[in-house]
């Protein structure tokens, strides 16, 4: 007898046993009967609350919004879901991140985020995004159901992909492909050490990174200006959505001088629509200018310093204040994979340094639909848009209360379990074995 193969195949059978209780959940088939919400309070996503809602969704659409009391509706064959005392929003938008791309930033295998090479607007990031990511199901318990999964490095890193986050497949999961070309502009300026205390120097490589962008962009706006190609081009060709609006060009620009030269840069050259990302102080410096072109910005990293020491060192949680105070479309994310749960919680910061709770809930969901070209389709609870929805027991936007019950994606309700959940599950249990 080969006692070693019997032992090989028991322990494959125990690793088996053992993985089944730790896989992602599995996607959860189309919505099947209506549901309808009653009792809760609804934060539609544009500034409107409805106390006492009654939200009824079909066929993955949602077909009534209004209070409950008004409501003359036969619920016979409707699923309804009491929740009194209870707070429903529309799903959370994550715009600018590796998720899906990075699982562990340490381990190089697990880390599909970039491409070799700096000018590669034809990779697209969708075709790398894995549905079967641990850190998925993390971000849904959150409320956040939608991402837009965007590539990283070089100049011209590709083109980024809007995501539903409960899928088989990247097929399944794409909500609208290549959404966006994103350029990250090259730095005027370069340290010159990596102490923290070393000064910065020119770089030399600015003006020939501006003209190799230059020449790919004046080649691109010829070329699709072709209608018949002799021979094709994936690089240029990858390009026609931004001279003919169905794509947008997310700019990243640190300094000032930057990000004026950047967003001149892609006007001059007929890109429809521009997007500032990652919008801070130097930002806000030329506030004006942004108005003026009527560029959206993304704020990121809201929970950090100031960038220069003179600054008020609460600036960072008032500039989505500030920004929408000056009438500039503000969106806010978190491009750190393994923080970008805590996406409705950096709202709630901005809440509580000048915008009101349902202006900081638009930034993470009308707004951001806005932004991303989406809003015909989600970011509010509105009739016929997708029923994109979740339920939470206590404030959405507040650590302290926040407890995401349901969630649903075009209607079907999700299931919400995570790694972060199991392992508590787990410990819990053996803790509490040992304390009887």
Request: no cysteine; hydrophobic share 40%; proline share 4%.
């Amino acid at each position: 007898m080969n006692y070693k193969l019997i032992y090989i195949i028991i322990g494959v059978i125990f690793i088996y046993a053992g993985s089944i209780n730790a896989q992602v959940p599995s996607p959860v088939p189309s919505q099947n009967k209506p549901i309808i919400l009653m009792g809760g309070t609804a934060h539609l996503g544009n500034g409107e609350v409805i106390e006492n809602s009654a939200i009824a969704f079909e066929n993955g659409k949602i077909t009534t919004v209004s209070k409950a009391d008004n409501l003359n509706l036969d619920f016979t064959a409707y699923e309804v879901i009491n929740v009194e005392g209870k707070h429903v929003y529309p799903g959370l938008i994550l715009a600018n991140t590796s998720l899906g791309l990075v699982e562990i930033g340490g381990v190089r295998a697990t880390v599909d985020s970039r491409e070799t090479g700096t000018l590669n607007p034809n990779v697209r990031s969708i075709i790398a995004y894995n549905t079967d990511s641990e850190v998925i199901p993390t971000l849904r318990s959150n409320g956040i159901l939608l991402a837009q999964i965007t590539p990283q490095g070089g100049v011209v890193s590709g083109s980024s992909t809007i995501v539903q986050l409960d899928a088989w497949n990247w097929e399944d999961a794409a909500y609208k492909t290549d959404d966006a070309i994103h350029l990250n502009w090259p730095g005027m300026f370069q340290r010159s050490g990596r102490e923290a205390s070393s000064g910065t120097t020119k770089n030399p490589n600015y003006d020939k990174t501006v003209a190799l962008l230059d020449k790919l962009f004046t080649d691109a706006v010829a070329y699709n200006k072709l209608k018949d190609p002799k021979t094709t081009n994936m690089k240029l060709a990858a390009m026609k959505g931004l001279f003919d609006g169905s794509q947008k060009l997310f700019i990243r620009a640190g300094y000032v001088k930057e990000i004026v030269e950047s967003i001149k840069f892609a006007k001059k050259h007929g890109v429809k629509g521009i997007v500032l990302v990652g919008g801070d102080e130097d930002a806000w410096r030329v506030k004006d200018f942004l108005k003026e072109n009527n560029i959206p910005v993304i704020v990121a990293n809201l929970h950090r310093l100031p960038k220069r020491k003179d600054e008020d060192v609460k600036m960072p949680f008032k500039l989505p204040y500030l920004f929408y105070k000056e009438g500039i479309l503000t969106g806010l994310d978190y491009p750190r994979t393994t923080s970008s749960m805590n996406l409705p919680f950096y709202a709630g910061t901005a809440a509580a340094y000048g915008l009101t709770k349902e202006e900081a809930l638009m930034t993470i969901t009308s707004n951001m639909a806005k932004i991303l070209g989406i809003n015909d389709k989600v970011g509010t609870i509105e009739k016929d848009k997708d029923a994109n929805i979740i339920v939470s027991t206590g404030d959405l936007l507040d650590i302290r209360t926040s407890n995401v019950e349901y969630a649903f994606i075009n209607g079907r309700k999700i299931d919400l379990d995570n790694k972060h959940k199991r392992l508590y599950r787990k410990f819990k249990e053996k803790y509490d074995k040992q304390g009887k």
